[in-house]
């Protein structure tokens, strides 16, 4: 229960549509989403294969939780390995799209192959159809979805689809869901433009069942009772969305600014939550509307934001003049602080046109700042850049890049490769801000020490979400550390790794755990499906799911060179805030973290370790 | 007294919380595609709105089914008795609200029934948009809102017009 147990397997080579029972050995060991499809991604390809050949397969895969009345309970991942680290991948969405392929009847689809033509998918329970895409090849993430709701005549679907980013492959695209969520990172976009499959569009009449209805009532809802008595979930979420932290990063001497160059942005209560619900100065109209929940979530963090419409960045453009997906944190820092850019009505039109292309806004951003850094060196001039004025700060420039990579037309094509292969080109690829080829997203770890050790070994590339130690360092969830220092951080980070790679896999959200712990997750996974499940299991099956991502990503070539950080970060100190001075001290936190890890110095898990996991 | 669920679209976020604890009581299964309760979503205009069986005091849902499968209870709910439907969905035709639907798996209509008194949907709900509130006060809150504002309005108009605290 909790799982179908039945998964849908196409072929896109040959157009060829099989089910097949899901292994539930492995849901014993992987429990669903990214674990379990983990599992299957790793037992099907070789680890080298090249992530935008057919040999690569992409799964979009759910967790026992996805579509039931836990909170939060509508996650859904796509894994592959990502186009643009050459490492695994799994990114992460909300929306209704994972409860929807529940409701359909399945845990998880996986694609292989590559179709000889552009199709997509649609699913209505257990009729499942491949279809032409020659009408929406080319068309944006928007366009799609109301294409394909208008030939099926059902507005109730839900579709996740790429853009033009993820058909052109732009190596850091995304597939977008709902119209503004998405699977943001590691390029997944671009491997389902490989594919040459538009879009997977949902509708299910199916329900799911828990093992234990009346115990797994009880434990939903006293975990909604922990969510709504905790401040971060409960008000600060809710009422600022993750743009809370703008003000409180910033003050913590944490935020990148202008590619890493600084660690405090000057503009950046311009593009805070506060300054997105105070009524701007042009119309009288704040920019956020309202927020809005995923499926099942009783925090909804999500923005809903409306331009100004006389704002110049929106003038003849129709498309953007509603309400739609408005900025979180990340996306403001990527888009602004990290460009230098202070306008927040741009920043919510550029971040409109991800969504509709289907580009990760951080790397985006990020790439924008880079090509803005090696603009200012004299590295790239208007001649590269088609004669857009590069300079760190301009919001027409940065609203021109978007439309170009969104496109990918022009310079846009350049941006495109993402940041390191932009800064490879120029000669000067160690300013790009990324590890693994993935960007850095929106903390210092000059400012915030353990984000540097999470960063370097992240299985997927320069990313918060896999162990978000902000939370203890910044906020003092489950208990304050002290940001500056190094000492303690590697055990800290391997625990934040191993508890998020469980709540990745259950069809939970990860910003439950501003208020959950794994004592709160553990007994509604344990109401719901079959098994005994409890904290101490699953924190154990977290660091499978590690050590098992971690020995894909050996064997596709990563070694521990890779678990590394930009010389900016490790060689030049912050200039000011709580962090003045300090770099990022990561020598001093590797080789611990290793040892607590049970690799060898060279970041190798040793046979002791994969098999006290039982990893075979 | 009568209760009736009153809905405040500007609190809902879209989590469909209610279709799931609907769906759970009704069919034993989270299942939002048999919830009795929908959520639609504007998506352009930024507003979600929970939407259900407002239990009509002259139904035409039960004045046009030719079976008299629907009834009405001491609360003045109108309940589809399921062993006397036989699942012709003039009632789905007859509503004017689109709030009876047919459910192709038992052959029969469904609508709300206000869980016989306890309406899930409500206590689910964790903004209060979905309340479950005496019928004849139901409109009470808003009245308070306006009345607010219509002080506020005498208040700033008209410093010659006599209040209440003089």
Redesign the interface.
Known sequence: MGWHGKILRINLTDGTIKTEPLNMDWAQKYLGQRGLATKYLVEEINPKVDPLSPENKMIMATGPLT???A?TGGRYSVITKGALTNAIACSNSGG?FG?ELK?AGWDMIIFEGKSPKPVYLTVFDDKVELHDAADIWGKSVWDADEYIKKRHQDPMMHISAIGVAGENQVLYSCIVND?HRAAGRSGVGAVMGSKNLKAVALR???????KD?MRF?KATAAG?KVL?ENAVTGQGL?SFGTQVLMNVINEAGAMPTRNHRQVQFEGAHDISAEAMVEPRKTDGHPNL??????????I?C?R?S?IDENHFSIQNKPQYM???GGLEYEAAWALGCNTGVDDLEALTMVNFVCNEQGLDPISFGATVSAAMELYDLGLITKETTGGIDLKFGSAEALVKCVELTGKAEGFGKELGLGSLRLCQKYGRPELSMSVKGQEFPAYDSRGIQGMGLTYATSNRGACHLRSYTVSSEILGIPEKTDPLVTDGKPALVKAFQDATAAVDSSGLCVFTTFAWTLNDIAPQIDAACEGEWTPERLLEMGERIWNMERVFNNKAGFTAKDDNLPPRLTSEPAESGPAKGLVNGLEKMLPEYYELRGWTAEGVPTNETLSRLDIA | MQKALVIDAGKC?????CE??C??VK????????SRIRVFDF??????VPYTCTQCAEAWCQQACPVNAITTNADGTKIVHENLCVGCKVCTIACPFGTVNYNA?TGKVIKCDLCLGSPACAE?C??GAITFQDTEQAGFDKMKVWASQAANAATHEGANVPTAKG
């Not at chain 2, 998506?43 to 979600?48: K, L, S």
Request: overall charge positive.
């Open positions: 579509g039931t009345a909170s209704y409860a409701f119209l299910g009449t199916k329900g799911v069942k828990v209805g009532l909604k709504q809710p509307l309202t927020n809005q929940a995923c499926f099942g979530c009783t909804a999500g809903i409306k509603h309400a739609s | 976020t879209g989590c469909k919380q799931m604890a769906s759970y069919e034993g299964e989270f299942n939002v595609a048999k998506h352009t205009e930024a507003r979600f798996s689910a964790p903004t």
